[in-house]
T-cell receptor, first 111, second 111 residues
Framework: GQSLEQPSEVTAVEGAIVQINCTYQTSGFYGLSWYQQHDGGAPTFLSYNALDGLEETGRFSSFLSRSDSYGYLLLQELQMKDSASYFCAFPLGSNTGKLIFGQGTTLQVKP | EAQVTQNPRYLITVTGKKLTVTCSQNMNHEYMSWYRQDPGLGLRQIYYSMNVEVTDKGDVPEGYKVSRKEKRNFPLILESPSPNQTSLYFC??????????FGNGTRLTVT
């Protein structure tokens, strides 16, 4: 079947770097996305990887290895406002609205 | 301003009383979808639509109905709500598999 696995919680200190991993199982792969959600709020898009390698967007980067069915989100220079839940997700086809999300990783940034 | 608008934000109802949660987007997106979010379970897709009059089931469609008569609107209908449908609901829209834009959520309580 298709699924994504993420750690449920990660804790880090302000100013540090943290990596949130996502491993997936799928019969066909069409890219991996990352979303951020502050407590109870709307998820917002962070990053997308269709090919292997690193995508950088400011303090956030996302990495993908299709051969390992693995990706991660890297957050640098952590700030208190980065405390949130982070979800990885992938579509089940190249032209489908069917999307699967991981269960989410809650990041707590401590002073 | 580009946005996805859900209404209502909060809703408390009783078992069996039909309700509709509205969703509207002003970005001319083809894709629209509904998710429910429960603690520890992440975002689970209920239904999705790839265009007007084209809808399909997500992972947890039981007890829900949708319609897509116009491109901008995608209402979620609960014909006979039950307590296990108490959840946080999100509507989202996008072009094809490009990033999802989420609404601000509807917190539903069924007693």
């Amino acid at each position: 079947g298709q699924s994504l696995e993420q750690p449920s919680e990660v804790t880090a200190v302000e100013g540090a770097i943290v990596q949130i991993n996502c491993t997936y199982q799928t019969s066909g792969f069409y890219g991996l996305s990352w979303y951020q959600q502050h407590d109870g709020g709307a998820p917002t898009f962070l990053s997308y990887n269709a090919l292997d390698g690193l995508e950088e967007t400011g303090r956030f980067s996302s990495f993908l290895s299709r051969s390992d069915s693995y990706g991660y989100l890297l957050l640098q220079e952590l700030q208190m406002k980065d405390s949130a839940s982070y979800f990885c997700a992938f579509p089940l086809g190249s032209n489908t609205g069917k999307l699967i999300f991981g269960q989410g990783t809650t990041l707590q940034v401590k002073p | 301003e580009a946005q996805v608008t859900q209404n209502p934000r909060y809703l408390i109802t009783v078992t069996g009383k039909k309700l509709t949660v509205t969703c509207s987007q002003n970005m001319n997106h083809e894709y629209m979808s509904w998710y429910r979010q429960d603690p520890g379970l992440g975002l689970r897709q209920i239904y999705y639509s790839m265009n007007v009059e084209v809808t399909d089931k997500g992972d947890v469609p039981e007890g829900y109905k949708v319609s897509r008569k116009e491109k901008r609107n995608f209402p979620l209908i609960l014909e006979s709500p039950s307590p296990n449908q108490t959840s946080l609901y999100f509507c989202a829209s996008s072009f094809r598999n490009s990033p999802l834009h989420f609404g601000n959520g509807t917190r539903l309580t069924v007693t």
